[in-house]
DNA sequence: CCAAACTTTCAATTTCAATTGAAAAATAAA
DNA sequence: TTTATTTTTCAATTGAAATTGAAAGTTTGG
């Protein structure tokens, strides 16, 4: 398999995963395109790496850049936008991480708070099990949020003291 | 807000959340009206309080079995069958883990060992900045997977020594 | 073996999200 | 200010996945 093959494949299957992750198949493809680039790209170059719209490579780079995986870079006297992702790969898996627990375990908890705090004593069995459940969702949901933020944490201070270490 | 209310709104929520998952919204509504139920319900049951058709739940109901967060119950001279939702929110948060492990990261892991495997000593910047992403890419998700593999682990061996208490 | 009770399958349809592309808006140079 | 370049928006379209429902398949009691 030569580098034009495999880089394919390797856009393919981030793109596949992506799914995943809560970020769609383009958004993927174009985070694996910028991921394996050494050099940043233009709206152009990505339009035309993987067939897709001007329109569509607009809204994806911006959600990337949302999920804080994609910097815009400006060149010396050019007037086009370049984008560039970010390289440190723990560095995008906590900032997935961040992004997912915000979308989507942050809710949670409070769907379930504004659920649990609205029920009386329960006498019938429909409402004790109810009542159950939601108590032991919220268990182990709160123990995600609190791994989740130990680890989120753990890796940025990582990430400072590394940066500290540059300029020591 | 009354029973009634309240478990539409859980069901619901779950559903959204099921999304996120690997799990779509229909298979989620189920689950959580399974998760709140005393008793174990039949398809006919569930058809009914979610109004959705008997394909539906019948695929839906089978997708939930082979993510280990439902079983059959046969009732005593009953020819239907009945489901019933793993009721241990740990148990099924560790099955989740384990389906989500099975049909994301190591698919993932599998993947990226082909395209590392396939490509020589790179000179090109290009091929030098792919090479590196997958090495990096390959070290999280191996990371990943022994910390989940540890995690489902010692949820096992939990459930085990919990399971035993009742014999002893 | 037959018929009733129940479950599964799958082609057709519906639904919803992703995508397009052209027009509008923004930005910067002349 | 005008013009040229680039970005953003959004109504219309496309495409993929979910859903339906009726037909086919399976199981069990008589």
Chains 1, 2 share one sequence.
């Not at 395109?33 to 897709?52: F, G, K, V």
């Not at 939601?134 to 990582?158: F, G, S």
């Amino acid at each position: 398999m030569n580098y034009v093959e495999a880089k394919k494949e390797f856009i393919q299957t981030w793109g596949t995963l992506g799914n995943h992750w809560g970020t769609n198949r383009t958004m993927s493809q174009i985070h694996a395109l910028l991921l394996i680039s050494p050099d940043a790209l233009t709206t152009e170059d990505i339009m035309n790496e993987l067939s897709i719209s001007r329109g569509n490579t607009n809204m994806n780079v911006r959600d990337l850049m949302d999920w804080g995986l994609v910097h815009k870079v400006l060149k010396q006297g050019e007037r086009k936008e370049y984008f560039q992702a970010e390289k440190d790969i723990w560095k995008v898996a906590t900032q997935v991480a961040k992004e997912r627990k915000k979308r989507e375990l942050d809710p949670m908890i409070k769907a379930l708070e504004k659920l649990s705090a609205l029920e009386g004593p329960g006498k019938d069995k429909k409402i004790k099990a109810f009542k159950n459940v939601l108590e032991d969702i919220q268990e182990v949901a709160k123990n995600t949020d609190k791994t989740l933020n130990t680890m989120i944490k753990a890796e940025e201070n990582w990430f400072w003291s590394q940066l500290l270490k540059v300029f020591k």
